[in-house]
């Protein structure tokens, strides 16, 4: 019984993570992003991390996969911001990754 608790507790902390797809068409995503030129102008700053197992929590982290099955959100990107659901700014270092705009923080959940 206890181990079926533990196990029930840590599911939703497990199945936060950011294991993204970029779809082709826009009614094929959960979420539609556009990249912006500034940082000040994006809503969540994104690291592309090289390994799935470094894409763990709604923080910023995303590994892109190869297929859409394995990913826990499909995105499609737009080509101007008005037609997007977030704004996202690629930055050059993990720790420079975060949400700027918490209120779209649920997009990615």
Do not use: A
Not at 17 to 32: C, E, G, L, R, T
Not at 36 to 50: A, G, I, T
């Amino acid at each position: 019984m206890k181990h079926l608790l533990f196990i029930l507790f840590l599911l939703p902390l497990t199945s936060y993570s950011q294991k993204v797809y970029s779809v082709k068409y826009p009614n094929q995503s959960d979420v539609k992003v556009y990249v912006v030129d500034y940082e000040n102008q994006c809503d969540l700053k994104v690291f592309k991390v090289d390994y799935p197992n470094q894409s763990d929590g709604n923080n910023g982290l995303w590994y892109f996969v190869d297929y859409p099955n394995q990913s826990d959100k499909k995105i499609y990107f737009v080509d101007y911001p008005n037609q997007s659901d977030l704004k996202i700014f690629f930055v050059k270092y993990k720790n420079q990754s975060g949400w700027r705009d918490k209120s779209k923080q649920h997009l990615m959940y």
